[in-house]
């Protein structure tokens, strides 16, 4: 069982940054690929972005591509999603996912609760 928890959410206006964090406990990353999500109340969760367990793949939603990164440190458990250029349309809680998936993978095993990110303008 992994346990996810998200920090790093906020309030910030447009054209800043911030950068989210998400702790793993209970069982460590290993081999595991780990995703960033985000759902505004009302749509469906969207895909932001993917970390292979290596840390040397990723994959970026076209919406954030160019403005967002992510990385991971397998020796803290911890992976980050830094978020630069923000828009007022990147509004929205912000989930971290893991599993044994492939990086082309939509459905992981284990959810945090998420963090909210709200852009002012």
């Known amino acids: 069982q992994v346990t996810l928890v998200e920090s790093g959410g906020g309030l910030v206006q447009a054209g800043g940054s911030l950068r989210l964090s998400c702790a793993a406990s209970?069982?460590?990353?290993?081999?595991?690929?780990v995703a960033w999500f985000r759902q505004v109340p009302g749509n469906e969760r969207e895909f932001v972005a993917v970390i292979n367990w290596t840390g040397a793949m990723t994959n970026y939603a076209d919406s954030v591509k160019g403005r967002f990164t992510m990385s991971r440190d397998n020796a803290k458990n911890m992976v980050y999603l830094e978020m630069s250029s923000l828009k007022l349309e990147d509004t929205a809680v912000y989930y971290c996912?893991?599993?044994?998936?492939?990086?082309?993978?939509?459905?992981?095993?284990?959810w945090g609760k998420g963090t909210l990110v709200t852009v002012s303008a």
């Open positions: 209970g069982r460590a990353f290993v081999g595991y690929t």
């Open positions: 996912a893991a599993g044994p998936r492939p990086l082309s993978s939509r459905s992981y095993d284990y």
